[in-house]
């Protein structure tokens, strides 16, 4: 029997970017936990970036004390192998994924397990942690229908402003992250209300959101496009599930729900057959970022014209919401097309009875109704027109620049090939050789450098590295934003040992 740490090792129950999950058993308490397993970093000894997310969410999780949330009961580094290990709570249930390819959930259970996690949160954000890696593999439903949420391997302190990824890198699921997860722009806890959101649309429908052929295509769509609401794809849904849903998946976080205890509450309301007082509808509601009147408007954002809008302040301590009468309603719709018609009976009354100039005098030119300085007509200038010899402005010449992506890859082959893929499309193919070099005088190494630049599309793009050798194939993923006229530098690796391949942005 293997061990780890004081653990034994009993069977293998799981495995996921993080690491190998364990059942364990502890001799020294005398119970059995799950047990996390990653392998310590291969390269001069110095942490990798999986080793700081790991240990990152032993610290994170150790913090948090709430039944909706796994228990941490250790943390550590085997002195045999290296290897670090997180001892958790074991629990014995199916995730939220299992669930869902089983095909849509009962309306009424997929709501009472959203309502859970969203407690859960709601605590978790009270102590200051977001998440940032809701899916439904990271939720766990016990046989009691207790849902309890995993992994906050890359969750962060709100407080704590230090990034796990390089520039134009985000952490997170594609599928289920918040747009400006997806921009890379900073988060606060509204980003798991989204991502929660996604969840509960998949447990609902039966499919995710946002699906789309590509990491590319799943991004946008997450940042730009609206999902198909639920209630068209699932027959007898209540109404009020598309207006929860279409709050709290909002692409302006101000527009979400401010807490994911709201949200909750509205989950709550929708089970026991109320209206959700949370949505707002047609009303004007408070936020935690108002507008100039001290309220926003609120409706199912596929009712809205999507726009890119800039990322929000951090929500203030002000998080209740609440529904307000406005101080001055606008007026109705029946109002402003009275007021319309008013205005278009009165130009053409002025136009049929205003006094003529006789025949010999010339008329004098026609001027506004309401003359003022700054609403005078005047003819537009004409545009000159370039010189042929002239050179472009310089905005221009640059946004028809192409970007740059540099290859810097590293390996340990003697000979093998590596192809690279930019969104599936084949762009680079090339032998690999690398030279023998003696280490200790014992056994003999191979060590290989390839560097070359490619020409992409300015944009976002999912960048594919295929290393082949002998009978083996090692491929990995990563996704990008280029802007045209500049260099992004890939730094992709093989491992000496292990044959892991890395790839990082620099």
Do not use: C
Request: hydrophobic letters at 40%; charged letters at 25%; proline letters at 10%.
């Amino acid at each position: 029997m293997a061990s780890i740490g004081r653990y034994q090792v009993l069977q293998e129950i799981g495995r996921g970017a993080m690491g190998i999950v364990y059942e364990a058993r502890d001799p020294v308490l005398d119970r059995t936990v799950a047990l996390k397993v990653i392998q310590p970093a291969e390269q001069g000894g110095e942490p990798s970036a999986s080793e700081d997310r790991f240990f990152a969410e032993a610290k994170i999780a150790a913090q948090l004390q709430h039944p909706g949330i796994v228990v941490v009961h250790d943390v550590g580094r085997d002195t045999a192998t290296g290897a670090l290990f997180i001892a958790l709570e074991l629990l014995r249930g199916e995730t939220l994924a299992d669930l869902a390819e089983r095909g849509p959930l009962d309306w009424r259970t997929a709501l009472q397990l959203v309502a859970q996690v969203a407690h859960a949160l709601h605590y978790a954000h009270g102590q200051g942690v977001v998440h940032r890696d809701i899916k439904p593999a990271n939720v766990i439903v016990l046989p009691s229908g207790e849902a309890k949420v995993t992994d906050f391997g890359i969750a962060r302190l709100e407080s704590a402003r230090q990034r796990l990824t390089s520039a134009g890198e985000f952490i997170g699921t594609p599928l289920y992250t918040a747009p400006e997860q997806a921009r890379n722009e900073e988060v606060d806890r509204r980003a798991d209300v989204f991502s929660l959101a996604s969840v509960a649309y998949t447990l609902l429908t039966g499919r995710p959101p946002f699906q789309a052929a590509s990491i590319p295509g799943i991004v946008h769509r997450v940042v730009y496009e609206e999902p198909e609401p639920p209630s068209h794809l699932v027959p007898d849904l209540p109404p009020d599930v598309d207006r929860v849903l279409a709050r709290a998946m909002a692409k302006d976080p101000a527009a979400r729900y401010p807490t994911a205890e709201a949200f909750a509450q509205d989950a709550e309301d929708v089970l026991a057959g109320r209206h959700p007082h949370h949505t707002g509808g047609e009303e004007l509601v408070v936020v935690d970022e108002p507008d100039a009147s001290g309220t926003v408007r609120v409706t199912p954002s596929w009712r809205r014209p999507e726009a890119a809008t800039p990322p929000p302040a951090h929500p203030t301590a002000a998080d209740d919401t609440r529904t307000v009468p406005p101080a001055v309603r606008p007026p109705s719709t029946r109002a402003r097309v009275l007021a319309g018609v008013a205005v278009v009976l009165g130009l053409v009354a002025l136009f049929l009875w205003a006094p003529k100039p006789p025949p010999d005098q010339p008329r004098p030119s026609p001027g506004p109704t309401l003359a003022t300085p700054a609403a005078t007509p005047t003819a537009p200038a004409a545009e000159p027109v370039p010189d042929a010899a002239s050179p472009a402005p310089a905005s221009s010449a640059k946004s028809a620049e192409p970007a740059r992506l540099r290859i810097d890859f590293e390996h340990p082959l003697r000979r093998g090939r590596l192809r690279i893929f930019v969104d599936d499309r084949l762009t680079l193919e090339q032998r690999l050789h690398g030279q023998e070099r003696k280490k200790a005088l014992v056994f003999t190494v191979h060590e290989g450098v390839f560097r070359d630049e490619l020409d992409v599309k300015p944009g976002l793009h999912e960048v594919r590295v295929e290393v082949a050798w002998e009978d083996n194939v090692k491929v990995e993923r990563i996704v990008g934003n280029f802007s045209a006229g500049t260099t992004r530098r890939l730094e992709a690796s093989l491992g000496r040992i292990r044959r892991d391949l890395s790839l990082e942005w620099k």
